[in-house]
């Protein structure tokens, strides 16, 4: 049994007439013959009478119309799926993210990406960028935003963002109303970092801008977030170096004041294997590139 003949039995049994049913069709009476002796053999059962007076449909006939058109319906819904999968306009993709993300980028390009690809599913986990990188190596994850530059073999990256860091001090600081800040004033301060095992970049970035403004930092808390860091400092427990983007956290209680030097940027970078083969992935990342195309 083919689609075709279900397509012809279908066509004739709405029209119950050989002639008209072959014009719907487009083809002559002949083939349309003997693919329904073909379907008949087929199912194993007479669909149709045919004598002088017409065309009729058998009792088998009349059972079998939904069924073919069930079939042909659910042959339609998978073709246009796999279409849809192919053109990338359908299927999943995993997709992890440190939180900072969250502040600038990930959300701009999600609402973007979903207008156009709406029947695409993303799933989303946050996770540090070391663990993002184990899971886009065993393909746990089709796309990784990470905040690393010590990406291994094999990957593609576009950089979606870049960033000083700022100060961020409780609001009640002595230096918190300060137009730009001097990094050598927070000597002595307590300080709040991200932890080495979560950022190893970045922890150690904060303290070689430490070291360069002439003291060691005295670090009270490590920390898995950046929002965790802010946190710490909202409450006055201690101050810290982060990204500027954190400023839109809206956590009351933290002001964030600009250093008075330029300081290594922090940069966010789109991260996936460059051997994957996927339309879904290569859609979105039409979305990241058009984000980030200012900064190329």
């Given at each position: 049994?083919?689609?075709?003949?279900?397509?012809?039995?279908?066509?004739?049994?709405?029209?119950?007439?050989?002639?008209?049913?072959?014009?719907?069709?487009?083809?002559?009476?002949?083939?349309?013959?003997?693919?329904?002796?073909?379907?008949?053999?087929?199912?194993?059962?007479?669909?149709?009478?045919?004598?002088?007076?017409?065309?009729?449909?058998?009792?088998?006939?009349?059972?079998?119309?939904?069924?073919?058109?069930?079939?042909?319906?659910?042959?339609?819904?998978?073709?246009?799926?796999?279409?849809?999968?192919?053109?990338?306009?359908?299927?999943?993709?995993?997709?992890?993210?440190?939180?900072?993300?969250?502040?600038?980028?990930?959300?701009?390009?999600?609402?973007?990406?979903?207008?156009?690809h709406p029947k695409l599913r993303l799933v989303l986990r946050e996770l540090s960028s070391s663990d993002q990188l184990i899971d886009l190596m065993h393909e746990r994850l089709d796309i990784g935003f990470v905040h690393t530059t010590r990406v291994p073999a094999g990957f593609s990256q576009i950089l979606v963002s870049s960033q000083p860091f700022v100060a961020c001090l409780p609001a009640d600081h002595a230096l918190a109303k300060r137009k730009r800040l001097s990094?050598?004033?927070?000597?002595?301060?307590?300080?709040?970092?991200?932890?080495?095992?979560?950022?190893?970049?970045?922890?150690?970035?904060?303290?070689?801008?430490?070291?360069?403004?002439?003291?060691?930092?005295?670090?009270?808390?490590?920390?898995?977030?950046?929002?965790?860091?802010?946190?710490?400092?909202?409450?006055?427990?201690?101050?810290?170096?982060?990204?500027?983007?954190?400023?839109?956290?809206?956590?009351?209680?933290?002001?964030?004041?600009?250093?008075?030097?330029?300081?290594?940027?922090?940069?966010?970078?789109?991260?996936?294997?460059?051997?994957?083969?996927?339309?879904?992935?290569?859609?979105?990342?039409?979305?990241?590139?058009?984000?980030?195309?200012?900064?190329?």
């Open positions: 049994m083919e689609f075709r003949h279900l397509r012809y039995f279908l066509v004739l049994a709405e029209e119950l007439h050989f002639g008209r049913a072959a014009q719907r069709l487009s083809i002559t009476q002949p083939p349309l013959s003997l693919n329904i002796q073909q379907l008949e053999a087929s199912v194993g059962a007479q669909l149709f009478t045919r004598n002088s007076r017409g065309v009729q449909l058998t009792a088998a006939g009349q059972a079998f119309v939904p069924a073919a058109r069930a079939l042909l319906d659910q042959a339609g819904l998978a073709a246009r799926e796999a279409r849809e999968v192919s053109q990338g306009m359908l299927g999943s993709l995993q997709i992890g993210f440190a939180g900072t993300v969250l502040y600038r980028g990930l959300p701009q390009i999600l609402q973007g990406f979903a207008v156009d990094l050598a004033r927070l000597q002595g301060e307590p300080f709040a970092v991200v932890s080495r095992a979560v950022s190893p970049d970045y922890h150690e970035r904060i303290l070689g801008l430490c070291a360069d403004a002439g003291f060691s930092p005295e670090i009270r808390f490590e920390l898995r977030h950046w929002l965790s860091v802010v946190s710490i400092v909202s409450q006055g427990l201690g101050c810290a170096l982060v990204p500027a983007a954190l400023q839109q956290a809206g956590l009351p209680g933290a002001v964030f004041v600009p250093l008075d030097v330029d300081t290594p940027p922090y940069e966010t970078h789109c991260l996936w294997k460059t051997d994957r083969d996927q339309a879904a992935l290569g859609a979105f990342l039409g979305a990241v590139r058009a984000f980030a195309q200012p900064l190329q």
